[in-house]
């Protein structure tokens, strides 16, 4: 169970603060996979990042994270690192190029046990047995990098982020380099390691709702740095409250199209500047509803049963 | 030995791009220490030679002399005035440099650009091309080269120095024009039926036109470098003075067991200063173009 | 693998013809045709005997046609011959290289290595502790400006001239005989120290700042994020960049020798140090031309030699040349 409470996460820039996260409350049930979408720089990434480690340039401003009721040290990089693989784990956007291409995969993997205080070889038959599940022979262990396709090192990946039974996984575009059969495979294999327990819960970030519509259970819309609106999967795609998520899903032209860094072409305008946000619902200058009150910012309420939204009219709008 | 830049390819260069790039320039510590140590002797051997009271070659002066306020920098044990030699030989070595610099920069690009863009059999050729030039210790190549000019002048000098330096610049302007060639608005010019030139000229330069900057800066400096090693050596040119042959000429002399230090400091002093700034500028402007190392 | 290391083999072997041929080429082809003015300047001398003027004329076998000459050339290299020299006539040129080479080798070999070793630390140090990389960082891009005979100047000014402690110039006593005695060994020794400090300190330079910036880059590598993020100590990704960032710094190494000769021969006529530098300059000064290409055609061979070595040490190092996947890691 995790409970991420009024988050706050600003990039430093030279030019100044730019407030990636501003102040984000939700959280995400045991067995619970969430979904986390938006478009690019509306924070989903930050977000995901920021619960195992934060960049060099990212600034703790605020707010609680707790996992199983224990609170995590985010800002404190030294005190994070117990929980890191072990409580929280991540498979990286990069996963292809996680992998240290000067060492066989086996004895990299032994050696970051060693330097966790475990012992490689009393998880290496569990290691094997996971590997094989994703359909990856041992032999991959004795093997450098180089010497795996894209997908074979993103699956070893996998394996090895969620080798310690981690709490909490935080998935992030692990799809978006993938073709289609590919994701179709990591997506399957991202549900079966939560069915089998070897993750509680799991943030699925991405740009690509066709995928969380298959494998998430609840989906989490996020908006220039505030949380937009967060349902069970099956309410925002059939019943969107919030007007960005209609447009979102309205936008993409067939389920499997990916709304990546190019601008959203049934959602006029752009996102505003992080520097310094407008006062007020952040949507509002794109958004085709906004009436006087947008001015005032929309707090995330709940307006039904696990589903909470930030918009004025998300009331009358909500269909169901 | 040259610092490794790492910057990316700059995105299409846009107006409020160039403001930026002035903007974060201006605040540039370490490009603005190098740039103005670099003006100061470019401007010595610009106006030097105008302030100088004395030939630099000819023997007209008391020999051996400390600094002073008549000569300046002292004088040689033959009686030349130190200062003198010094500002034109700064000329000669921003000369050398200069064109040293623009031969290497010239080639390296068009084999930079044509491999990288070409591909295929052209690259395979260019490429290897580069490395056997790479290869060959190209300082003595020049050894022999100018061990048999009778008459060397700078601009011989220089043009050999920048017929032997190119090769890194190549394979780096290459990589750069890889990665660029694969981008839409290069597919785009080739679809519309543009010519290999124009798409160079037109498309690819002007979108890594801060990292050949860069490169011609250490060609730069490096030319330098090689020319004041080999006049050193005794193979500088034959018709003018330069910081090597000044190094050159005192080493030969005894200056070292004279104690003659106003001879030999001034000639190594400026080529470590201008080398060093040219190093110091590129780290600097690598930090400007490449918004990664800018920010924090 | 084998590719690789063929795929360098051709490279070295192409360099080693076209620097042949540049070497065949360049007196004959030149401006000034340098040949002719160098036999009527021979001819004319008045201590120049008969035996050397003919020998000229038939080194150079000018009487023949240019294809038959270019076929004489190689065929002379194979024979070990790289002509007489005019300075010492009628000594072979390999014999003044033979003389020569120990000192230089004695002076390149450790200064190459240890400059790098120590480099490679001080770099890898620099990008670990900020303090000490603000003072890396400027002292190492001075010393990579800083012309080598430059610093061999200063050096022999400030601690031979001035203070005293070291010899200016020689490679050992002249007083003394050249034996293997251990007073020879000392006042060897004792010639060599400021020489090898300039060397080692313009090289050192460069390396330090190579070592830091590749370290800075490999921790910023996505597989050094992925180890923190799971929690790896700094020890383990530390060791991770600083193996990884070797690699490239190897690679340099094969590149820098060119230089790093250069910077060896300048050295060496500061401290009028009797190695292949002092031998070229004397060559130039007597315009004594085979013993100036000869020097040539040897750092040329020494230097694809070093190389290829360094080719083998980076198989084996680097398992991405290994596994055959990628060809030209350099």
Redesign the interface.
Known sequence: MLAVSDLKIHYRTLAGSVKALDGVSFAVGDGEIMGLAGESGCGKSTLGKALIRLEERMMFVGGQVALDGERLPIADDRAMNPYRFRKVSIVPQYAMSALNPTRRIGRMIDELLAARGLKGSTLRPELERRLAILGLTPDVLGMYPIELSGGMKQRVVMVLSTLLDPSLLIADEVTSALDVASQKKVAGALVEFRDRGYVKSMIVVTHDLAILAQIADSILIMYAGKLAEKAPTRTIVEAPAHPYTRLLLGSLPEVGIRFEEKRLPGIKGRPPSLLSPPVGCRFRDRCPLAFGKCVEEPPFIEIAAGHQVACWKADAHAQG | MTSTTGSAPASPATKTGRNEILYFALRNTKLLIGAFVFMVFLLGAIFGPMLATHEPLTFDAPPGLPPSAGYWFGTTLFGQDVFSQFVHGLRSSFIVGALGGITAAVIGMFVGFFAGYRGGIVDEVLNMLTNVVLVIPTFAVLLVVAAYLSVRGLGTEAMFIGLTSWPWAARAIRAQTFSLTSRDFVGMARLNGESTLRIIFGEIAPNMSSYLVMTFILLFGGAILTAATLDFIGLGPTDSISLGLMMNYSVMNAALQLGMWWWFVPPGLAITAIVGSLYVMNVGLDEVFNPKLRAL | MLRYLARKLI??L??FI??VT??WA??RF???N?ID?LVSRIALMPDANAALTSYFMAAFNLDQPLWRQYLNFWSALFHGDLGRSIMLFPTPVTTLIGRALPYTLGLLLPSILLSWYVGNMVGALAARRKLLDNSVL?LG??L????????G??L??VL???LGWFP?AFGYDQSLKAEWSWRFIGSLLYHWVLPFASLFMV?L???A??MR??II?ELE???A?????????Q??VRK?AF??AM??QIT?L??????V???A??TE??FSYPGL?WL??S???NQD?FV??G??LF??VG??LA?LIVDIVYVVV???TR?G??GDAA
């Open positions: 490279i070295y192409l360099t076209v620097a540049i070497d360049i007196p030149m401006p000034g340098p003015a400027p891009y001075l990579t400006a800083t012309p080598y005979m430059w610093l100047i200063l022999a000014w031979g001239s001035t200016l090289a330079g460069g390396w700042i190579g910036n590749m880059y590598s996505d597989y994020n992925y180890l923190m993020a799971l929690g790896a100590p020890r383990l991770y193996r990884n690699l490239p340099g094969a590149l820098q020798l060119g230089a000769v250069g910077g021969l300048v006529i500061v530098g070229v300059l060559g130039i000064q031309y100036i290409q020097v040539f750092i040329i230097v694809l190389n680097d398992p991405r596994v996947l990628q």
